[in-house]
């Protein structure tokens, strides 16, 4: 290659981005051909023409049947209806603009999917989740802390699809309500914005990302969207679920008013029976009574929830988010679509309760739960341990990507290896047996298999490998490092024993930096094999850190609150691998 034609020569770049335009805009004319012929296939003509084709073929048993075959066809005359009618119009009436526009101009000026900056860099790690599509700002603010999120718009969805490089493509139903920029798109009378958004999801198939319709408000509040469905890849009804960086316990009072608020306005469509059970509590006063808080911002809800102790509500998703933020919930009825709370429909030690639909039972337990005093940090805890596993934000952001046949470890935040060393294979399978007892398997571990030479060593990991076998079966990427020991390390972790017990990390030995050093994972817990954990050790180290967003997390006997010093238990990769004594780092202390 002469020095003219180098890899940054601009003129191959862009030659390069004009063939990728090209080929983009030819499987976008493709993917919605496609979609104009399936749904021609289903039309009266096609179907006639079958059935006469049959008839000539076999006279004798097909023919018998025609008389009856074309009446059937004379009563579902009239073309298609429902989903398939609208794909053939979106498809028909975007091979016109195709045709007769060409590229926009914007487009054709845009460099698209050039590459994250820092791609080329040795050290570079991929980034996690990054996702786009039509979302509501809720939605966002709710994903951002997991994924990077890059909302569209309708005047540059296409454009900033192809520039955006997104792994996924979600496609929500709240935000096609009044008030956002995609407003009514499945109404008739909106056709401009319909039909941008049905040239997105053909554009996303024809780059080949997944498309999923999330479908988290009732159907007769965003009428029209039965195509939608149709068009993308798949659909979930469970919404984006409770995101513990905004909706926790911490900063909690210690005494809070205990009497029950439903917070939010009312909903004038909510089922008869709720609607009339909440008026005969809310308009009443003294005991048995519910206060209303009326419309309340989204961005303000995480407080509202930390200053009460008990709430009334009849939405699986906002119980979770009260629950979350260490209130008792009642929980009336419950959606019209019949959607419960995840891990069997109730949450241990007495978050929630589901009432009947009945006024004098509703009294009763609203009378019970107020008497109670707040839940303690020792009550929230086990709340918190079921909705970071089955309905938070990233378990539920991972079951998409499992839908969309991305893999499972996708999220960066629960990406979490752990640290430990190994001498023989019995040192190895007291590490087995710790690990496969947690209830919050890593993704990752590392062992440096030491021994006194180079041959004792790689025979070590050899054996902690097939010791290993177990926790990589399950899912776990298990690396053995061989490493000589030139004699005793005293400078590793000292075996306390038992869980809330910190080992001292602020000067990490070389075994935990070499190891952290190897490891991929963007968090790193030090392990040791011969020290039992209790068997939330890491799920409680992984929801604290979800909740905080902290640098480290570890148990400093300060509550569940930030704090000023603590010997870290988890912590960013770089913290063991480079020996950082902590300055400037947010401190977070489960216990």
């Not at 309708?154 to 139903?173: F, K, T």
Request: proline fraction near 8%; aromatic fraction near 4%.
């Amino acid at each position: 290659m002469s020095e003219q034609e180098g890899p940054g020569d601009p003129g191959l770049a862009a030659e390069r981005d004009r063939l990728a335009r090209t080929l983009r805009e030819t499987r976008l004319q493709l993917a919605m051909t496609q979609a104009r012929l399936a749904a021609l296939e289903q039309s009266a003509t096609m179907e006639l023409g079958r059935t006469l084709v049959r008839a000539a073929r076999r006279p004798w048993s097909r023919g018998v049947q025609l008389p009856a075959d074309l009446v059937r066809l004379w009563r579902e005359r009239g073309g298609l209806t429902g989903p398939g009618a609208a794909t053939l119009a979106l498809a028909s009436a975007q091979l016109g603009d195709l045709a007769g526009g060409g590229e926009r101009f914007l487009s054709a000026l845009t460099a698209p999917g050039l590459g994250a900056p820092g791609a080329a860099a040795p050290g570079w790690t991929p980034p996690g989740l990054v996702i786009t599509g039509v979302l509501t700002a809720r939605a966002c603010a709710t994903l951002a802390p997991d994924a990077a999120v890059l909302p569209l718009l309708p005047h540059d969805a296409d454009v900033m699809l192809e520039s955006a490089g997104a792994d996924l493509v979600l496609i929500e139903a709240e935000a096609m309500l009044a008030g956002s920029a995609w407003a009514y798109a499945g109404d008739p009378a909106a056709t401009d914005r319909g039909r941008r958004l049905g040239r997105l999801i053909a554009a996303a198939r024809a780059l080949g990302k997944p498309v999923i319709f999330i479908r988290n408000v009732p159907a007769h509040l965003a009428p029209g969207l039965d195509w939608v469905a149709a068009s993308c890849d798949a659909v979930s009804d469970d919404g984006f679920g409770v995101q513990l960086a905004r909706f926790n316990p911490i900063g909690l009072a210690g005494s809070r008013p205990g009497h029950p608020v439903y917070a939010g306005p009312r909903d004038p469509r909510q089922r008869p029976a709720v609607r009339a059970l909440l008026d005969a509590v809310a308009a009443g006063a003294g005991p048995g009574s519910v206060g209303v808080t009326g419309s309340v911002p989204w961005r303000r809800l995480p407080e509202l929830y930390r200053e009460h102790a008990l709430f009334v509500t009849a939405s699986a998703d906002q119980a979770g988010e009260q629950l979350a933020c260490g209130a008792r919930v009642v929980m009336i009825g419950g959606e019209p679509a019949g959607r419960t709370i995840p891990a069997g429909g109730t949450i241990p030690a007495g978050g929630i309760v589901s009432v009947a639909d009945d006024l004098a039972a509703l009294r009763e337990k609203l009378a019970e739960v107020a008497a109670c005093p707040s839940r303690s940090p020792a009550e929230t805890l086990p709340v918190l341990r079921e909705i970071f596993t089955a309905q938070a934000t990233p378990a539920r952001l991972a079951a998409l990507a499992r839908l969309a046949g991305l893999g499972e470890d996708v999220i960066a935040g629960r990406r979490i290896g752990v640290l430990s060393r190994a001498g023989d294979a019995a040192a190895a399978a007291a590490l087995s047996a710790g690990l496969a007892s947690q209830r919050f398997l890593p993704s990752e571990l590392v062992v440096l298999a030491e021994g006194p030479d180079a041959a004792s060593a790689e025979l070590s990991a050899r054996a902690v490998t097939a010791t290993l076998t177990g926790l990589a079966d399950r899912g776990v990427d298990v690396r053995a490092v061989p490493v000589v020991t030139g004699g005793p390390d005293t400078s590793g972790l000292p075996g306390t024993g038992g869980h809330p017990e910190p080992a001292d990390h602020r000067e990490p030995g070389d075994w935990l930096r070499r190891a952290a050093t190897t490891a991929r994972s963007p968090w790193v817990v030090p392990w040791q094999a011969g020290r039992e954990y209790d068997e939330t050790y890491l799920l409680d180290l992984a929801c604290a850190r979800e909740c905080a967003q902290a640098d480290a997390a570890g148990y400093g006997g300060s509550g569940y609150a930030f704090t000023a010093a603590l010997d870290p238990a988890l912590a960013r990769r770089e913290y063991f691998a480079a020996g950082d004594p902590g300055h400037g780092l947010r401190l977070f202390s489960v216990s």
